[in-house]
């Protein structure tokens, strides 16, 4: 479908055939981004590496993370970090417990996977927490998620009709207060998180075209990271939780179906159009934006058959149907060149706390609520979160 939205002309992407089209056939014609208007302040006019235009510069950035930052050794190597962290949360649960109290699933299980996360991102979090990151960037994703006019009108932009400019500046202030004192600290004291190995290159040359890894440059990383990581990894925990407690057992398949009728970027990240093409007789101008909407895609019945509303993991028994971009009915860490670099650390930490959850836990809804009952509704936002806190009474069975 083509549509225009403002100046900027646009395509939505809604059946897996197509998205295999944009995101592998043409792959690299579709690989920039749009630039987002709020974001440019924030930034400090260096950008990370998920809203940053196709180019040499994203490039070296992305090889640096693929060779240094998401490897599979350090990913293992914050394994007794992330068992640390667990164990002290599975404590807390068996105390809940005891006392028979009803626990806010929901928080509780967004600040275990903020700790396991923001640990390998940032190290020591607990020094940080006066910086209240968290909610930092829930209003920077709020900012990215609202339908910015200047985004598609860019003359309005000078005119802050929504007032999202003036609210940016000051978001970007806190975080840049915030990161500068991280950064000061592992100059300090070198650790083993993404921090300190990004300084170990700071202001080298990253590519033959003079691009710096600069302060800034280690900055942008560090939000886009954060960003990236946060609410991404707890919604579909949330989710997942929540018809886990209906449906106990089948990790697996469960986390799939989550990601298909939760998928946490329902529209993944915009892309933008490098070159004019024609596909399939359509003209599509340079500087297009492609919006792949996998929330369609994951209910469509002509690829899920009729019963696509229904929470049902058992339709993944015997189908090989993998996460990592190359099956195009199920993509929600996207595909192609920009396919989410954070997807096995994501996959490993909600697999983790999950079986944790289910296996020491049995876990009774309050006021003898039935699990039919409980509240779906979602909240609107760039994510797909839950609108309402999931909380429920944990009971120990070890
Ligand atoms: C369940 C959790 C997650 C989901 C569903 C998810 C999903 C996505 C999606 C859809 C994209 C855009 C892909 C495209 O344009 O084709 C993306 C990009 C990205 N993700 Fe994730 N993500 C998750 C967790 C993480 C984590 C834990 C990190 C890092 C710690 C991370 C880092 C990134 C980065 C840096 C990009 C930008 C890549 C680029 O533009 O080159 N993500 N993610």
């Known amino acids: 479908m083509s549509i225009r939205l403002g100046s900027v002309p646009a ?42 235009e196709y180019g040499p510069y994203w490039r070296s950035l992305r090889k640096f993370c693929n ?34 109290e009803v626990v806010n699933i929901s928080k509780k299980v967004g600040n275990l996977n903020a700790k396991m996360i923001l640990n390998m991102i940032l190290g020591p979090v607990k020094k940080y927490e006066e910086f209240n990151l968290k909610e930092i960037i829930e209003e920077l994703l709020y900012m990215v998620g609202v339908f910015n006019l200047a985004d598609f009108v860019p003359f309005l932009g000078a005119f802050d009709l929504q007032g999202l400019k003036a609210r940016t500046r000051i978001l970007g202030e ?26 170990t290159e700071l202001n080298k040359q990253i590519n033959p075209n003079g691009d710096i890894m600069d302060r800034n440059c280690i900055k942008a990383i560090t939000i886009d990271m954060i960003v990236a990581s946060l609410d991404t990894s707890t919604a579909p925990l949330e989710w997942a939780l929540l018809e886990l407690i209906k449906h106990p057992r089948y990790l697996d398949m469960v986390v799939k179906e989550t990601l ?24 599509i101008p340079k500087k297009s934006r492609v919006i792949v909407n996998v929330w369609a895609i994951g209910k469509d019945p002509n690829v899920w058959s009729n019963n696509v509303e229904e929470f049902f993991p058992k339709r993944f028994v015997n189908r090989n149907i993998e996460l990592h971009g190359h099956d195009f009915k199920l993509i929600p860490f996207g595909s192609g060149c920009r396919l989410c670099p954070g997807r096995k650390l994501a996959l490993i930490t909600v697999k983790l706390i999950l079986a944790q959850l289910v296996h020491c836990f049995d876990w009774e809804l309050p006021g003898g609520m039935s699990p039919n009952e409980l509240d779906m509704t979602e909240k609107f936002s760039s994510m797909l979160p839950r609108k309402n806190n999931l909380c429920a009474k944990p009971i120990y069975r070890m």
């Open 174 to 199: 806190k975080l840049d207060k915030a990161l500068e004192t991280i950064i000061n600290d592992h100059q300090q004291q070198k650790l083993d998180d993404f921090i300190s190995t990004m300084l």
């Open 67 to 100: 060779q240094q930052l998401f490897t599979a050794s350090k990913i293992e190597s914050f394994a007794p970090s992330r068992k640390e962290v667990l164990t002290h949360f599975i404590e807390s649960l068996k105390e809940a417990a005891a006392a028979k």
């Open 11 to 52: 395509v939505v992407v809604s059946s897996p055939e197509v998205a295999e089209i944009f995101l592998k056939t043409h792959d690299v014609v579709f690989a920039s981004r749009p630039k987002f208007q709020v974001l440019q302040s924030i930034y400090n006019g260096k950008m990370g590496i998920a809203f940053t």
């Open 260 to 283: 298909r009728l939760y998928p946490v970027t329902p529209m993944l990240i915009p892309r933008d159009s490098m070159e004019d093409i024609v596909i399939d007789g359509c003209y």
